[in-house]
């Protein structure tokens, strides 16, 4: 069974410039997360989708952070503009139904550098 | 407020010395548990869950974790370490009520010594 799938890798972009990050989660899981973990941090939830709705989105910096899951199934995540403080790695997980007991299913991550 | 604290930020054992990584927890009704291991450049990998039943819970790679609830904690504990076992810790809780989502700790990291 395939895993969580990211790209790119690894991206190093100026402040003020925009950056999209893609997921594809595992087949048949209706929940996308993506999580932002600062260095030293564990991850943050910015966003949970259940299939492509949107069910948690309070911690997501809404004037720069946008997110869209069309189709229900792979997802991206975009920053515009890029701030200094959004160096990070970006992580996707996927579960099948969102239920508190459920694993989640984490891609590789997104590394992302700010200059 | 629902929160989960490791106050090891850093573990140094030896190759085949035990392992006890600590874990407490704040939230009100009972937790949904997790321990996750984050190996270097890849993502977070399911240890073991905990959320009802025998409080020993018994993971992958030799991996056990207990949960006391007079304690609020869920430590991770495993007999002999393996240098394969270096990498970095998490435990989080779930939340169950409204959505349901996790909250992370901010890791044990973990060096291993030949």
């Known amino acids: 069974e395939a895993g969580v799938a990211q790209s790119p890798r690894y991206k190093i972009i100026e402040k003020r410039q925009s950056v999209a990050f893609w997921c594809n989660p595992i087949?048949?899981?209706?929940?996308l997360y993506w999580y932002q973990q600062i260095l030293g941090q564990g991850p943050k939830l910015l966003i949970q989708?259940?299939?492509?709705?949107?069910?948690?989105d309070s911690q997501l910096p809404k004037d720069r952070f946008s997110a869209e899951r069309l189709k229900g199934v792979d997802s991206t995540l975009k920053i515009q503009p890029a701030k200094l403080e959004d160096s990070a790695v970006y992580l996707c997980a996927s579960s099948p139904g969102g239920l508190a007991w459920e694993t989640q299913y984490f891609g590789p991550g997104t590394r992302l550098l700010v200059l | 407020a629902q929160s989960v604290t490791q106050p090891d930020i850093h573990i140094t054992v030896s190759e085949g010395a035990s392992l006890e990584l600590r874990c407490n927890y704040s939230?009100?009704?009972?937790?949904?548990l997790f321990w996750y291991v984050q190996s270097p450049g890849q993502g977070l990998q399911l240890l073991l869950k905990?959320?009802?039943?025998?409080?020993l819970v018994q993971g992958i790679k030799g991996f056990e974790a207990e949960f006391k609830r007079s304690q609020s904690s869920f430590n991770l504990r495993k007999p002999s370490v393996h240098w394969s076992d270096a990498a970095e810790y998490f435990c989080?809780?779930?939340?169950?009520?409204?959505?349901?989502?996790?909250?992370f700790g901010t890791g044990t990291r973990l060096k291993v010594l030949a």
């Open positions: 939230y009100g009704a009972t937790p949904y």
């Open positions: 905990y959320f009802s039943g025998d409080t």
């Open positions: 989708f259940q299939n492509n709705g949107v069910v948690d």
């Open positions: 087949s048949g899981h209706a929940t």
């Open positions: 989080a809780v779930a939340t169950t009520s409204g959505t349901y989502k996790y909250i």
